[in-house]
């Protein structure tokens, strides 16, 4: 969800560089998790602030300059498997890592490959798809995306007129 890439201060407040995922209300949950060299541990957030494309915490536990500046490098983020919780914070849109993975088939039954990465771009999210066709860049947008299926692992998709065209 976010990547911890700067000790802040003397306090032990860290600089973090949000990923695709980043969402501000799982900072402020009980699903938080950092990557630390032991394993995932709970994360709180004491406080926290914007500053430019980043954002700057203070995360309970990380006391002092020499603990955030030993903190560089790990992440921030939130199990899978707590996605599905009832109380878990996610906006109304699947998140990125969901598509992760998947398996793409258009409506008519056209196997297209799989997921590679997801591309979040300001007006809406890109798949990357690898398969037969070569790489194919997918848009996740209402009139394409038709259903997700995270049980089958598959993503079926509309092809509208031009989409795959353009790229091949």
């Keep these: 969800m976010a990547e911890i890439v700067k000790a802040v201060g003397l306090r032990g407040e860290v600089k973090l560089l ?11 949950s009980e699903f938080l998790l950092r990557e630390e060299p032991s394993g995932r541990k709970p994360a709180r957030v004491e ?6 494309g980043t954002i700057v915490v203070k995360l309970a536990g990380l006391d002092g300059r020499n603990a955030a500046e ?4 790990q992440w921030l983020g939130f199990a899978v498997s707590d996605y599905d919780h009832p109380d878990f914070p996610r906006s109304d849109e699947p998140a990125p890592f969901l598509y992760h993975g998947l398996s ?9 490959g799989t ?7 300001p007006a809406n999210m890109v798949l990357v798809v690898r ?7 997918i ?7 038709r259903e997700l299926d995270r ?18």
């Design 47 to 52: 406080k926290a602030r914007w500053k430019g």
């Design 18 to 28: 949000p990923g695709g995922d980043f969402s501000e209300a799982v900072l402020a």
């Design 104 to 112: 793409v088939v258009t409506t008519q039954g056209e196997q297209l």
């Design 70 to 73: 030993q903190a560089v490098g």
């Design 139 to 145: 848009p996740v947008i209402p009139p394409v995306v």
């Design 131 to 137: 398969g037969e066709r070569g790489e194919l860049l």
């Design 115 to 121: 997921v590679e990465e997801v591309l979040t771009l």
């Design 151 to 168: 049980e089958k692992g598959s993503l079926q998709i509309e092809l509208i007129p031009g989409l795959l065209e353009a790229q091949e």
